[in-house]
């Protein structure tokens, strides 16, 4: 009997950046995030056979870390960016994300809808699972992104689980013979990590 192809996938919600209005590619972390993204390694640089990661700079930078400490490939993926809210600043970005979790097909002018954009992270996540089969993949992400890919795969994952997300966060998913088969968090929050509910 040939033994069953397991998967697991690390998701990693950045660490904190300092929000800066139409910056979503290039804002890096802050002190506090370089010191989470050093934690991040330590957590996961044992298990890691390789790290694909969103190319905006606060999701590759909590997660490169990992890749260097476990020498392992570090894979750039589109796909893995954070869901675009919009084409120019939001005044009222909580209200503005409500919106989208309560009518998914819905955007903002020059934005994704979370249909749009969970399509698109399920899709980079089912190529990777084909890609790595029996291995450990480290996925540097956002929080939209990874609560809808979730949310594909379970709806208990919607907008209040988004809105308990620390910076960062580590949710383990597992995929045998390329179905989900459960996730659980494996994170535990530094004492002064609060959850933080934005992009």
């Known amino acids: 009997m040939t033994a069953p192809e397991t998967t697991v996938l690390s998701f990693v919600r950045h660490a904190h950046a300092p929000y800066v209005p139409n910056a979503e590619r290039t804002r890096g972390l802050s002190r506090r995030g370089r010191r989470d993204a050093a934690r991040v390694t330590a957590h996961l640089a044992d298990v890691a056979d390789v790290v ?28 893995l960016r954070e869901r675009e809210l919009a084409d120019d600043h939001v005044e009222d970005f909580d209200s503005a994300v409500e919106h989208l979790w309560a009518n998914p097909t ?3 002018p020059g934005g994704e809808s979370h249909a749009e954009a969970q ?22 992400t956002h929080g939209t992104l990874m609560a809808l890919v ?20 580590v949710y383990e998913a597992t995929f045998v013979n390329g179905e989900f088969a459960g996730v659980a968090r494996t994170w535990v929050p530094a004492d002064d990590e609060q959850p933080a509910a934005d992009d």
């Open 150 to 169: 979730l949310n594909a795969y379970d709806s208990r994952y919607g907008y209040e689980f988004w809105t308990g997300l620390t910076m960062p966060d």
């Open 52 to 79: 694909a990661t969103s190319p905006y700079e606060r999701a590759r930078a909590t997660v490169e870390g990992v890749a260097d400490a476990a020498d392992v490939p570090l894979v750039v993926d589109e796909d």
């Open 106 to 108: 819905a955007s903002h």
């Open 119 to 140: 399509s698109r992270g399920v899709a980079a996540i089912e190529r990777l699972v084909e890609a790595y089969p029996n291995r450990h993949v480290v996925v540097g």
